[in-house]
Structures are given as C-alpha cells and as structure tokens.
C-alpha cells in the first residue's frame, strides 16, 4: 500500500480557498489513480475529484468549475485547489490512490476537516 499524509484543511467563509495537500510515500506517476474524497456524518464517502498517472482529470459534478485537482511527481504530491467554496462542501477530505486498474482505491489517509462558514 501507498502511505498518504493529508494538510491543509480548515474553517473558511463562503466564497473563501483553501488548498488541500496528500503527500505519498511512493512516485505518484506510477500511481494508476489519485482521487479526492469527503465526506460527512450520515453519510457516504463521495468522490471529488481524480487524476490519472497520464495526468487526465474528471470531477463531480458539484466541484466542477470550483475545485482542481493537480498532481505534482517531482513532489510526491497531489493538491486540492478548493474555490468559491460553499457551506456544503463542509466535510472530512480524504485522499485515496489506486495503483493499478485491477485494484480498488485501497490505499487513504487520514482525512483533513474543511469547514465553510455562511
């Protein structure tokens, strides 16, 4: 498995940024998939974004044109970019990688908790 340290959560107003940070202990570019996940009490883990080792992004349909996801090899690094951001992006964000197309995404941190105020 792929060690993964989230940062960078934390309480902003509406309409405020934030950026998010999942270092890995391994080359990201081998990685197969990289993904963004949050969620809430009550309710189920829900995919925000993803990256591909190829560098192709998708997005929900709920952060597309708010949030980007980017990958950086150099650093081991994959952000979350968060903008324009909402009081129901309220959630724990977790990062989560996917080594291969024949594995599931078993590998995640810790979670970091974003809060967005009215």
């Known amino acids: 498995q792929v060690q993964l340290v989230e940062s960078g959560g934390g309480l902003v107003q509406a309409g405020g940024s934030l950026r998010l940070s999942c270092a890995a202990s391994?080359?990201?570019?081998?990685?197969?998939?990289m993904a963004w996940y949050r969620q809430v009490p009550g309710k189920s883990r829900e995919l925000v974004a993803q990256?591909?080792?190829?560098?192709?992004?998708s997005y929900a349909d709920a952060t597309k044109g708010r949030f980007t996801i980017i990958g950086d090899n150099a650093r081991n690094t994959v952000y979350l970019q968060m903008n324009s951001l909402k009081p129901e992006d309220t959630a724990v964000y977790y990062c989560?990688?996917?080594?291969?197309?024949?594995?599931?995404?078993?590998?995640w941190g810790q979670g970091t908790q974003v809060t967005v105020s009215e």
């Open positions: 391994s080359s990201i570019s081998s990685i197969y998939v």
């Open positions: 989560a990688a996917r080594r291969s197309v024949w594995t599931p995404f078993d590998s």
């Open positions: 990256i591909t080792s190829g560098g192709g992004t």
